[in-house]
């Protein structure tokens, strides 16, 4: 097992810098009204499980890709086939815990413009317990701006219980629920991720085509014994691999295959597997009232959509298909509203970003009011 999703499966035990937690895209002025309307922020959270007050690195044996798709409009269905990708390696850390990282652009295939410095400096990570480095970056005719380094995981889960609920649906462990907000347990509460933040142009993006719509997907590929890069990890909606798909040899195929690969026949097993898992829960919640391979339609090929043209937020703007298509904040609570989309029906693990009053089980620190905005680490 090479990585996983917010630490689920088995790992292996030097694969946490590769594993992937969350992935988020929002135009930037929906966090701050003060920012560009026409800036938008993409940002990969990774490590899971990182432990409060301890450095952790990003892997310098891996890329890190942020996948970019340009949509005709909000109810194409998805090619899963990035035109751009917003590439990051990065080095060692050197005696100070410091990496310095190299951001490269691929459009259609080709290398558009790669650096490593910025103003004729290093690009940079952010060391623990240090104010954040902010790199701008000149790279395919744009100009970005660069956040890596630990940040407080900003997910929040009852992952046990989701996991217990999920059991009992398939017939694999005794019927259960939700637990009431009192007693529900915020699983990432306390720990980090690495993440990384990129303040992108939607310019940059639309490579001077007119085009308003994107879908975006995250992978982090590894050098192999012959030097290529394979990849072992993908994720982009919320819950959709991790939440449906049961087999740690499905999980692990599904990490490795490009989005377009998901409605293929060598797909299949795992595509049967998460339509299982819809009718499970879709049986379970009492009403039986959606159609489980329509929905897993609406959300494959898995890429996360974001219409620029609407506010952001996960559950603000659905396309023909039922897909979400405006992004997702930092604080949207996708858990309750993918679980509702499935099933159906209002659905909730009670648990929330702020947490609820008097149960200490759940709770985030503030958000940062300006770029990276993710909460400072733990």
Do not use: C
């Amino acid at each position: 097992m090479g990585a996983s999703d917010h630490d689920d499966g088995e790992l292996e035990p030097t694969s946490g810098p590769l594993g992937l937690t969350d992935l988020y895209v929002f135009r930037e002025v929906d966090q701050n009204p003060a920012a560009s309307a026409d800036d938008l922020i993409f940002v990969m959270n990774t490590n899971p499980r990182s432990l409060p007050r301890q450095p952790y690195y990003f892997s310098s044996n891996a890329v890190y890709d942020f996948n970019i798709t340009r949509v005709a409009n909000k109810d194409e269905v998805p090619t899963g086939k990035a035109n751009l990708i917003l590439r990051m390696t990065f080095s060692e850390p050197n005696a100070q815990g410091v990496q310095t990282m190299t951001v490269t652009a691929i459009q259609n295939g080709a290398e558009v413009g790669t650096t490593a410095t910025t103003n004729g400096a290093p690009i940079t990570t952010t060391t623990l317990n240090s104010p954040p480095v902010l790199n701008p970056v000149s790279v395919g005719g744009s100009n970005l701006t660069v956040f890596a380094g630990l940040r407080e995981d900003p997910f929040f889960l009852d992952v046990e219980q989701f996991f217990r609920v999920r059991a009992g649906a398939l017939g694999i462990g005794p019927p259960a629920s939700f637990l009431p907000p009192q007693q529900a347990t915020d699983f990432t509460k306390g720990y980090n991720v690495n993440a990384i933040v990129v303040r992108v142009p939607k310019a940059f993006l639309q490579l001077s085509t007119p085009v308003n719509v994107f879908d975006v997907w995250m992978t982090v590929s590894v050098r192999d014994a012959t030097g290529n890069f394979q990849q072992i990890e993908r994720l982009a909606r919320p819950l959709i691999n991790e939440g449906l798909i049961v087999t740690p040899a499905f999980l692990n195929a599904f990490n490795s295959i490009p989005p377009f690969l998901d409605l293929s026949e060598a797909a299949a097993p795992v595509r049967a597997e998460a339509v299982t898992t819809l009718n499970a829960l879709d049986q379970a919640d009492g009403q039986d009232n959606v159609d489980p391979n329509a929905i897993a339609g609406a959300f494959l090929p898995d890429v996360m959509r974001i219409d620029t043209t609407v506010p952001s937020g996960y559950a603000n703007a659905f396309n023909a298909m039922g897909s979400p298509i405006a992004g997702r904040m930092i604080k949207d609570d996708v858990v309750d509203i993918t679980l509702g989309v499935l099933v159906g029906s209002p659905v909730s693990d009670n648990v929330t970003y702020e947490g609820v009053p008097g149960n200490p089980a759940q709770g985030h620190k503030p958000l940062q009011p300006s770029f990276p905005y993710l909460a400072l680490p733990n």
